[in-house]
């Protein structure tokens, strides 16, 4: 027992880290999970790891600082990754780890970061007069937070600040202090190095930790160098950090500069959040809430809570920390502070992550306190807590309409609010009051972390993929169909859209398996990408993933070089195919199937089939004509697709070839709208059908009705009415049957000569549409686009929900008693009515695509889109009607709605072709270069890649360096003389040479300033 007292701090901790790590990750393990979640866990962050560990293992075969082309179209390694691993070092391990083990070992790292989390803490601490029990609290509080527990589910990688913030302001105070500035140059360049994003987030939070503290050192007359020593150490420490993260920070920079995330709405439009986020708030201060919403991840332990609580009541005595907690309670409130910690940008609460460090301090001033608690305090703190339930009971619609493991939260909670209550009635030993203050600590936190990680306690546990199907669903995403690709010459391939219906937003297992394919989802994209695919109209552009899986675009396929398809084996029959695009046949000429690999909870059960396309162009090609931006810009985003087959497309003149006007390939589409109004109670009989379903309990089968039949014989009608009340209906039924009518009336008047607006009904369903194609023969074998422009919505309302709530209530002839309203208000008032986005879906005989216009609660791709076009695919088959349907909103409305045709005939094939035979010969295509010969040409040529645009290319012509430019909307490109020429194009990461001069040189001048000041330091001793 001596032993065990004398036990050093780190001691005590790792006991406590081992214990409620066991109870709370041990439940998710045992019910067979892992933390790898099933949208960017295994889509986003479990395939990079796993490529990282590849390029550490083999370097030699694909260095990290180089291209890759299985980054979608192409990318730089470094640049790309940059944001995920490589400057984490815990990542470097997996180069320790077997392969076959990795699924472990990205567990584990998630793990060690955990850990080290605490150890930060304690070393901030120790800078402070705390009792050894109280920083212990403190740093269990600090490590296991509602934030940790979320990231270590969701983005592992998010945990490193947890653990540079504290040693950032630890090496503050030693340079506030006078002593050595050079940890905080260290640490400066390790957490830029480590993370862009999060090095911004950091330096906001230091820079206020270092101004409040200088105020509080100032204040209490605590001696300190003088005030401009001081600033020209900071500056010379940060100045020196940041040119020794130069290596990744300058060429990262320069991508960012020119990456899709450079456009965005400043906290995605909001001067408030939505009425919900304000009454949800109270109830996540102490749990989860049920769910993170622009990710509020508080989750406050309960002595954490009333250490807030204490310190606030002595606000004069803790007035420094006590002025942050106040400009945190003020900042949590507005859109816009959040969106000046997220780099301007949407308006993510992550900047709390900062906030439990603050936390954990006044968690370690009320621990060394609470023997010294006066009966004020008491009841400051026993007040506000009960405060706080009542608050919840209040706007939880008057009972805990919340979570089952919440109740248990607050139980512990008030508990421990019970134990410091009563602490001084019972006469407990040091040893005693120390162990039940730890017991009710430790059961806090586990129950806590039991509501993020227990399958009985939430959903989001579920999310997390099984154990051992990680690494087996990387392996055979494809079904092995890649082993039927050819093993020389370079080609691309693509996903046909819904190849897997997993939800995510992307999915990079396709880069580790080398297929060159065209889609990617990466938090840094290249701009040109994301500015061509907005060009053409393409309907699954979003910032992480510009591209998408194209919307299974013949054209734009054919212009990126996509030569196979991966589909499922059932979409053959029922889903049309881009135009040219051919099954793989086995030698006795069946279609080659990949039967499914089984996954457990992942696989898509069909098994895979390659579709090969002759009409796709090459990587590299000349083009003897070219059109101006101008033109460009003057065509439809489908006309604009089609002008690249015709010329290039080039940012600036180039001299001596001939330029053209692009001839437009689409045809208009004539077509009908015919608003759906079967499901409209707009009839008395359609009511008493709907109260027959609804109301009564019988079924339209028992009632002897058809079962989608909306109108009555009159013997039905005689037969009905009693039992549905309609002998005379009432005068509210009679009002909604009426303006249902003039509903369907408004809304077929609006579309008569073309499709302006889709709406709901009186009940808040929203209407089906059809559009009714004119001389649908004329069209086969032709893509189909609908085209709309100018997109409008309505958004739903609490009072609209509490109308169509009412309204469907007298459609069942039910009461709608003042329980139900205050249960409706509640409901809506919890609801992200006024946040949502919608999704518009098109359907053919054939097809079916989905227009998503996310939510403001979106924080990565949050985009307000104006405009979508619908690539409805290309068919033999005739395709009469279009259907539309749209969720969430009242309506939604549009500017301009056109349907076309563009056939895929001679013209096409011959444009093709024509560009094939101009592709380069004898095409090389490596890491960083690309070679290739020109044909011979009697004019100027544009040299036309499928390369997105990098100024890291260089092109040499016969030897000679030739200057690139952007073609074809974001392409690397050049104006070649006439003749025959030899190319070479090579690629360096823009700005790496100037990035590693910094390093070195910070590097040097950090150690000879340090080396030089140590002897200058013995000398004045």
Request: proline content about 4%.
């Amino acid at each position: 027992m001596t032993k065990l007292r004398k036990l050093p701090l780190w001691g005590w901790y790792s006991l406590g880290f081992v214990m409620i790590v066991t109870i709370t990750f041990g439940s998710l393990f045992l019910a067979g999970r892992t933390l790898i979640w099933e949208v960017d866990g295994i889509a986003q962050h479990f395939p990079i790891l796993v490529e990282f560990q590849k390029i550490l293992q083999h370097p030699s075969q694909q260095g990290l600082f180089s291209w890759s082309w299985n980054l979608g179209l192409g990318a730089d390694q470094l640049t790309t990754f940059a944001y995920y691993v490589v400057g984490d070092p815990f990542n470097y391990l997996v180069a320790l780890i077997p392969h076959a083990q990795l699924e472990a070992g990205y567990q584990g790292l998630i793990l060690l970061r955990f850990y080290t989390i605490g150890l930060a803490f304690l070393g901030f601490s120790g800078q402070f007069k705390f009792s050894r029990f109280s920083r212990l609290i403190g740093t269990l509080t600090y490590t296991f937070t509602a934030y940790t527990f979320y990231v270590s589910m969701h983005h592992p990688f998010f945990l490193l600040p947890m653990i540079w913030f504290p040693l950032l302001c630890w090496t503050i105070e030693r340079v506030l202090h006078g002593r050595a500035w050079w940890p905080l140059t260290l640490l400066t360049g390790i957490v830029i190095m480590s993370n862009f994003y999060f090095a911004y987030l950091l330096a906001l939070g230091s820079l206020i930790y270092a101004g409040i503290r200088y105020w509080q050192l100032t204040a209490e007359k605590q001696p300190l160098p003088a005030f401009k020593v001081l600033l020209s150490r900071f500056l010379l420490a940060v100045g020196l950090g940041v040119a020794m993260a130069g290596v990744i920070l300058v060429p990262t920079l320069l991508a960012m500069l020119h990456a899709t995330r450079t456009s965005f709405d400043f906290a995605n439009g909001l001067w408030t959040y939505p009425i919900n986020y304000y009454v949800n708030l109270p109830n996540r201060l102490l749990t989860n809430g049920g769910g993170v919403q622009y990710w509020v991840t508080l989750g406050l332990s309960g002595i954490s809570w009333l250490g807030l609580i204490y310190s606030l009541r002595h606000f004069k005595r803790y007035f420094y920390v006590n002025v942050i907690i106040v400009g945190m309670a003020i900042g949590i409130l507005l859109p816009a502070f959040a969106a000046v910690f997220n780099v301007f940008s949407s308006p993510s609460n992550r900047w709390l992550l900062m906030a439990t460090l603050v936390f954990a301090y006044v968690t370690m001033v009320l621990v060394d306190q609470l023997p010294t608690l006066t009966r004020d305090d008491l009841k400051w703190l026993a007040g506000i807590s009960l405060g706080l339930i009542a608050i919840i009971w209040i706007v939880n619609g008057f009972y805990l309409n919340i979570r089952k493991h919440d109740i248990a939260t607050f139980l512990v909670v008030l508990a421990l609010v019970i134990f410091v209550l009563l602490q001084r009635i019972f006469i407990l030993s040091p040893r005693q009051y120390h162990g039940l203050l730890m017991g009710l600590v430790m059961l806090n936190l586990l129950t806590n972390g039991l509501g993020w990680l227990s399958i009985n306690t939430t959903s989001g546990a579920s999310e997390q993929i099984r154990r051992g199907t990680a690494l087996t669903w990387v392996k055979h995403y494809l079904d092995d169909a890649e082993t039927g690709l050819p093993k020389t010459g370079f080609y691309r391939t693509n996903l046909m859209p819904n190849y897997y219906t997993i939800r995510s937003a992307g999915n990079n297992i396709p880069m580790v398996l080398g297929t060159h394919t065209v889609g990617s989802y990466f938090s840094v994209q290249n701009a040109a990408l994301g500015r061509l695919s907005q060009s053409v109209g393409n309907v699954e552009y979003a910032m992480n993933a510009p591209l998408g899986s194209l919307n299974e675009r013949t054209t734009l396929n054919s212009l990126l070089g996509v030569k196979y398809l991966f589909a499922r084996a059932d979409q053959l029959t029922n889903q049309a195919m881009p135009a040219g695009y051919t099954p793989v046949k086995s030698a006795n000429g069946h279609v080659k199937v990949y039967p499914d690999k089984f996954v457990y909870g992942l696989s898509n059960h069909t098994g895979t089939v390659i579709l090969k396309s002759n009409q796709t162009l090459p990587l590299a090609y000349t083009q003897a004509q070219q059109f101006s931006t101008a033109d460009y810009q003057q065509l439809s985003p489908i006309d604009r697709e089609q002008a690249l087959l015709q010329g290039a497309l080039t940012t600036t003149k180039l001299a001596g070839v001939p330029t053209i006007t692009p001839v437009k390939r689409s045809q208009p589409v004539a077509y009908q709208v015919q608003v759906d109004d079967s499901s409209v109670l707009d009839t008395t009989d359609k009511v008493m059908i709907y109260r027959m379903q609804h109301a009564t309990g019988m079924s339209n089968g028992v009632s002897g009705l058809a079962a989608d039949a909306t109108t009555l014989t009159a013997k039905q009608r005689q037969a009905l009415a009693p039992a549905t009340k309609m002998t005379r209906p009432s005068a509210a039924v009679q009002r909604l049957i009426k303006t249902n009518q003039i509903i369907v009336d408004r809304t077929t008047t609006a579309n008569q000569r073309r499709l302006t607006s889709l709406t709901s009904d009186v009940q808040g369903n929203q209407l089906s549409y059809q559009l009714k194609i004119k001389q649908p023969e004329k069209y086969r074998q032709s893509e189909l686009y609908l085209s709309l422009t100018g997109i409008t919505y309505d958004r739903s309302s609490i009072g609209q929900s509490l109308q169509t709530s009412a309204a469907s209530t007298v459609f069942n002839a039910r009461p709608n008693t003042k329980l139900d309203q205050v249960n409706q208000l509640r409901d809506g008032l919890k609801d992200s009515l006024s946040a949502s986005g919608y999704t518009l879906t098109a359907k053919t005989v054939d097809n079916s695509v989905d227009f998503d216009q996310l939510g403001t609660t979106n924080m990565s791709d949050y985009e307000q889109r104006h405009a979508a076009v619908f690539n409805l695919g290309y068919s033999n088959r005739l395709r009469k009607t279009i259907t539309l349907d749209f969720t969430n909103m009242q309506g939604l409305h549009f500017k301009h709605a056109k349907l076309v045709a563009v056939p895929f005939g001679s013209i096409y094939q011959a444009e093709t072709a024509r560009l094939q035979q101009q592709g380069l010969t004898n095409l090389k295509v490596t890491n960083n270069q690309v070679t290739g010969q020109t044909t011979t040409s009697q004019r100027p040529t544009v040299l036309t890649t499928s390369i997105p645009y990098s100024t890291g290319w260089q092109l040499q012509v016969d030897g000679h360096r030739v200057k690139t430019q952007q073609v074809n909307d974001g392409f690397v490109g050049a104006r070649l003389a006439a003749g025959q020429h030899t190319i070479k194009l090579r690629y360096r990461t823009p700005g790496l040479d100037l990035g590693g001069s910094l390093t070195v040189l910070s590097l040097v001048v950090t150690a000879g300033l340090a080396w030089w000041r140590r002897p200058l330091k013995r000398r004045s001793h």
